[in-house]
């Protein structure tokens, strides 16, 4: 259970499910036809050293033969992918990932000279994710800003602080992000963005209600898969509850149009034929929204 002020690394508390993450990325890079590319995700999982996730790798967790999560994982991705990418080419030249962890867009994406990526999360994930970057002579694609500092503090100073121009269009990310922030720290990281979003900045959301997965998420993966896909812990555990505004709602009444996609909506975009699901499996697979949003005019 969460505490206020907790702290984490890549193996411990929420730092796992990133660890967790980024297997699922590395499988799905695997695939014969992968919807993503990402060449670093089994670097850091390797790096790390846990054993659940490194068994993963050749063993993913599969519910009849169909391995559901890192399926789910490669369209995840590729909306935030293409999200970027979009934003690039519409003239956004800074990037913002929110709770980067293992994220390594910085490094996989064409993005266009002279764009700058921050990459916010704590100092522990951080310095592991740019050891093994370092290990692996890894050159990023842009100019890659870290900073390091947690969400629940004052990370606008500290982005800025490192160069961020309010001033610019900027393309956001808060991918897998929200759930894991109490309810008064995700209103307030909007409001920061709308602050320091120029018209013309973009935002990429992935939101649902009451979090990404559900309360059941335990009891479903021991009901239909044949291993736990993040090993001794359950995401949902991690997760806070209280009251929030829906992003849904909140960006649009703030000048933000919003465009909605399901898991589903993606799967259709992407032309990946979906496997039949039991009834709550499906329900649990689109509950996830993916939200784009651009701010208009001040």
Known sequence: MRADGDVWDIVTGVGLTALGVATFRAIESAHTEPLIHDDYAELFVRAAGEGHFIDMLTNPPKLDDIPLV?????LRTKFFDDFFLSAASDGARQAVILAAGL????????WPAGTVVFEIDRPEILEFKDRVLRDNAAVPRADRRTVAVDLRDDWPAALTAAGMDPAAPTAWSAEGLL?????AAQDALFGSIDGLSAPGSHLAVESAPTGAASSCFATLESKYFDKNPFGAIDPTDLFYR???????????AHGWPVR???STDLAAAYGVTLPDLPDELEQEWDRPRYLAATRMSD
Do not use: N, T
């Not at 994220?103 to 064409?110: G, N």
């Not at 759930?179 to 309810?183: I, K, N, S, V």
């Open 242 to 252: 209280d009251a929030r505004s829906d992003p849904e709602q909140w960006l649009p």
């Open 179 to 183: 759930p894991y922030l109490p309810g």
């Open 260 to 262: 909605v996609a399901s």
């Open 70 to 74: 890192p399926g789910f994982m490669g």
């Open 103 to 110: 994220d390594a867009r910085a490094h996989r994406l064409d």
